[in-house]
C-alpha cells in the first residue's frame, strides 16, 4: 500500500506499452516464458524487450536498457535477480513508469539479507509511488486484455472471475480446475511476498474493475489479516468474494514464512474475522472454483431455501452435510406443487415419496418428466433455489434443456449436477454452460456452491 | 447376516447362470437395463430372462417363469416391484438358488408397510440361508468376472480396488471420479436396505477375496455401527479400508431414513468407533477415491516421514494442513541428502533452501535435475515416502520416467502431484500409472491420499 487512498493498477493490467527486464534466449528461463507469455497471449500492445546483450529473442528487436527503449512505457516487468530488480525497479521509476511485476525470489523469504533487500524495494517503490506486484510472484493475467505476463505461458478461457492468489502453484492449480470446469477467468494476479501491493489494494482495485464480477482469493497469510478481511467484507458488497485461507496447521508458519515470508497467523483468528466481515470461505481449490463458477453464472437467491430434484437420494444426503451448517433450509414443497408433482409423475409403484429432496426413483430419467418437475419446483414460493441432481446414463439423455427453460422460466438459481466423468459430461457442461446455468459432477461441490449463493443472498437481504 | 458365520457372497459375484425377474423390452425399465448391462459387461455365463409375456429381449429368449429355465441358476437378479419381488424370492430359495440381488424400492425406507414387507423379505431369505443384496439397490460389479448387473449399463476399466456404497447415486459418483483418476475398479456392492447382508458381510466376503486388495466405503447408516466399525478394523489388517461416512448433521436421519430405511446416527460415533478401530476416514468422495488409489498403487510406506519435493511452495502449504492432522512428520533432511541436493543444483540464485519441502524454484523443471532429486530424497532414510509437486508448463515435460526410475530404485512410495486440467495430464497419468505411481492434480486430494499410505503403514508396525 503506496500513501493514502486506493492504488491504481490499471497500468499494469491494461497497459500499452511494457518493458520486460531480462530477456534471454533460452528457454528455461523466466524472462523468456514471460515474453513467450505475452505473445502466446496474443497482446496488442508494443513489448520492449531489455537485456544488454541479446539482439533478438522470440522475434522481438531486444533494447540494452529502458533508456535506449524509443517510447515511454506504462509498465514493466522484471525478471532480473533479486539485486539487480532493485537498481531496475529505481530506473523504471525515474522514468516514469506507471506500475512494475517483479518477479524474482530472494527476499524476505530468505532471511535477514533479504528482508533488508526487500525494505530498499518497498522504499524504491514508495519514493516513485510505484506500485510493484511481487516480488517472488508467478506475475499476473488479464484475460480482458488479452495480457499474460506470468512465466507459463498458456491462454484460458475468458470469463468473469478474477483470482488473487499468494501462491503461483495454487494459483495455476485453480486456473486448471476453472479449465476443468469450463470456467471462464478474468484476471490473475500472484501477489507474491505483497512487498507494497497487498490483498487488500488487489480487492480495492477488483471492487471497480467492471469485467469482474466475482473474486476468488488464495492466502497463505498477510501482515495485516484485519485489513484484508475488512476490505473482502467491503467489496463482497459489490461482488462476490470466496476465500480459501491455507496455513491452518499450528506450525504452518515455518513453511508460509519461507514461501513467501508471510506469517501463516492463526487460522480460527482469520476465520472468524472473515466470517465477522460476512466474508464467504472454502476448504480447498476445488470449492474455491466451485463457489465462484456459480456466483459467476447464477443470480443471487432470495433466501436459503434449497430444493433438491433428483432420481437417486444418496446425493442429497451428501449435499446436506455442506448445506445445513451453511445456513441453508430444505423447505417442505407448497401443495399446489405436491399436486402439480403427482401430474406429472402419474401413478408410480413404488410410490414417489413426495417431499424436498423430492426422489422421483426411476420416473426422474425421463426427458419431460424431470423438465417438469424442475419447473414445478422452481415455481414453489418456498424453493429460492433448486439443485437439481442427474446420473450419466448410457440409455437416457440429461434433461438440458428442459432444466435451462425451468431456469429461464422463473429466474431462480439453478446448479445442476450431473454425476459423471469428465470425458462423458463435457458435452452437457458445454451446453448448460453457455445457456448461464453450471454444471457439478460431485455433490459436495454442487452443496458448497449452493452454499455460497445463499451466503451472499441472504447478505443482501441484510 | 443369515445365521452364524460369514456368508459365501461368491455365487452372486462369480455366477455362470443367472435368471432375471422383469426383463420387459422396454428402455425405461430396470429389467431392461440389467439385461443390457450384463450383455454390455460381457459376461460369459448363460443368462435367463423372466417374463410372463415376453418372447425375445434384446436378442435372448425370455422364459415364463424360473421353473420353465431349462437347468438351475447359481442366482437371480429381481426386478419386480415390491411385492412379486418377494414372490419370486420364495422361488429362488425353493429352487436352490444361492444368492439374490433385489433391486426394488418400496420397502422399509417408504413406512410402516414397507417395514412389514421387508421384514417378510428377509423371513424368506433367512428360511432358505440365502443371501440377498438390497433391496433398494442399484445392483453389483464384478469386473473379475465381466459381471455387470446394475441398471446403468457401463464398462469400466478392471483394477483392485472394490467399492461398498449404501447409495447406487454416490456409488456411481465414485465409479466416475475413479474413471477420471485412472483408478481401476474390481467389484461394486449397491447395499441398498441391508435387508440381510449388510455391510459387514460384504466386507467379509471381500476380505477374502484375492482380486480385491483395497475396499472404498461410503455409508449412510447402519443398524449395528460397533459391528461395522469392528469389522472393518479387522478387515484391514488384511487390507485397507476407507470409509466415506455422511449423514453428518444432526438431522440427517430423515432424509437417510427414506432412502435406504437407515438411521444415519450420530456422526461423532461412528468417527470415533471407527478410529478405534484403526479405520482411515475421509470425508469426500473425491478423498474416497483419491486414498484408495494411493493404497491400490503404491506399497505402504515404513513410518510417517513425508518428503516433499517442489518447484512452487504453495502446494507443500496446502498439503500440510492434511498431512500434519493425520500424524504425518515432515523430517529434516539427512546431511548426505543435503550434499547430494547442492550436487545436482549447483550454483543457483538466489539460493535454494536446502531444507524439506525440498523447493527446487526454477531449476526445479528441468528433467535430470528434478529426477535426481527426487531420488536423492527416496534414498534419504530419514524419508519414508515422497510427494512430488510439479506444475504443467509449455516448455517443461513431467518427468515421469526419471520419477519412475527413482520409485523402482528405492521402492518406498511416490504419489505425483501433477497441477494442471485433466486433458492436459491424461497422457502423462496413463504413463505413470502404468508403472504404479499414481498421479494427482489436486495438493489437497495428494495429501489425503499420503495420509491414507501412512496410517496403514503405521497401523501395520503396530
Redesign the interface.
Known amino acids: 500500500m503506496i500513501g493514502a487512498g486506493p492504488v491504481d493498477l490499471r497500468p499494469i493490467f491494461y497497459p500499452k506499452r511494457v518493458a520486460v527486464f531480462g530477456v534471454t534466449d533460452t528457454?528455461?528461463?523466466?524472462g523468456y516464458?514471460i515474453l513467450?507469455s505475452i505473445i502466446?497471449g496474443g497482446f496488442t500492445g508494443r513489448v520492449y524487450p531489455i537485456h544488454p546483450r541479446h539482439q533478438q529473442v522470440l522475434g522481438c528487436k531486444v533494447y540494452k536498457s529502458l533508456a535506449n527503449v524509443p517510447e515511454p512505457v506504462d509498465m514493466a516487468i522484471i525478471c532480473l535477480?533479486?539485486f539487480a530488480t532493485v537498481e531496475a525497479l529505481e530506473n523504471c521509476g525515474r522514468a516514469g513508469v506507471k506500475g512494475v511485476i517483479c518477479s524474482?525470489?530472494?527476499y524476505r523469504e530468505?532471511g535477514e539479507a533479504?528482508r533488508a533487500l526487500e525494505r530498499r524495494l518497498v522504499e524504491t517503490a514508495e519514493k516513485y509511488r510505484l506500485p510493484v506486484i511481487g516480488p517472488n510472484t508467478l506475475g499476473i493475467i488479464n484475460n480482458d486484455g488479452n495480457f499474460y505476463s506470468t512465466f507459463?505461458?498458456?491462454k484460458i478461457p475468458a470469463g468473469k472471475v478474477s483470482l488473487i492468489?499468494?501462491?503461483?502453484?495454487?494459483?495455476?492449480?485453480a486456473i486448471?480446475?476453472a479449465?476443468?470446469e469450463g470456467l471462464g477467468i478474468n484476471k490473475f494476479i500472484g501477489v507474491g511476498n505483497c512487498a507494497n501491493i497487498d490483498f487488500a489494494d488487489c480487492l480495492d482495485y477488483l471492487e471497480n474493475d467492471d469485467s469482474t464480477t466475482v473474486i476468488g482469493v488464495?492466502i497463505?497469510g498477510t501482515s495485516d489479516a484485519a485489513r484484508f478481511a475488512r476490505t473482502a467484507g467491503k467489496v463482497a458488497w459489490k461482488k462476490p468474494v470466496v476465500v480459501y485461507k491455507?496455513?491452518?496447521?499450528?506450525?504452518?508458519d515455518q513453511?508460509?514464512q519461507?514461501?513467501?515470508g508471510s506469517a501463516?497467523g492463526s487460522f480460527p483468528l482469520y476465520r472468524d474475522i472473515l466470517r465477522q466481515h460476512g466474508v464467504f470461505t472454502v476448504s480447498?481449490?476445488?470449492e474455491l472454483v466451485a463457489a465462484c463458477k456459480a456466483l459467476a453464472f447464477q443470480p443471487l437467491p432470495k433466501g436459503n431455501r434449497v430444493g433438491i430434484l433428483?432420481h437417486?437420494?444418496?446425493?442429497?444426503?451428501?449435499m446436506?452435510?455442506y448445506l445445513?451448517?451453511a445456513g441453508c433450509v430444505i423447505p417442505a414443497l407448497l401443495d399446489q406443487t405436491i399436486s402439480r408433482v403427482k401430474q406429472i409423475i402419474g401413478s408410480a409403484?413404488?410410490?414417489v415419496?413426495l417431499?424436498n429432496?423430492l426422489?422421483a426413483?426411476?420416473l426422474g430419467?425421463?426427458r419431460s418428466v424431470y423438465g417438469g418437475l424442475a419447473e414445478a419446483m422452481l415455481a414453489d414460493k418456498n424453493v429460492d433455489l433448486l439443485l437439481a441432481?442427474y446420473?450419466?446414463?448410457?440409455?437416457?439423455e440429461l434433461p438440458a434443456a428442459e432444466l435451462i427453460a425451468a431456469h429461464k422460466k422463473n429466474n431462480k438459481p439453478l446448479l445442476v449436477n450431473f454425476?459423471?466423468?469428465?470425458?462423458?459430461c463435457r458435452q452437457d457442461q458445454e451446453f448448460l454452460q453457455t445457456a448461464g446455468v453450471p454444471l457439478f459432477?460431485?455433490?459436495?461441490k454442487t452443496a458448497v456452491a449452493a452454499s455460497a449463493l445463499v451466503h451472499y443472498g441472504m447478505r443482501q437481504k441484510g
Open positions: 528457454p528455461d528461463r523466466v516464458n513467450q502466446f535477480n533479486q524474482a525470489g530472494g530468505t533479504g507459463y505461458p498458456l492468489s499468494q501462491s503461483g502453484g495454487i494459483g495455476l492449480a486448471h480446475t479449465i476443468d488464495f497463505e491455507a496455513g491452518r496447521v499450528k506450525d504452518a513453511y508460509t519461507t514461501h513467501t501463516a480447498s481449490i476445488a433428483t437417486t437420494a444418496g446425493p442429497g444426503v451428501v446436506m452435510d445445513k451448517p409403484d413404488p410410490p415419496v417431499k429432496p426422489d426413483v426411476g430419467f425421463g441432481v446420473c450419466l446414463h448410457q440409455t437416457w454425476i459423471g466423468n469428465w470425458l462423458d459432477t460431485a455433490p459436495e
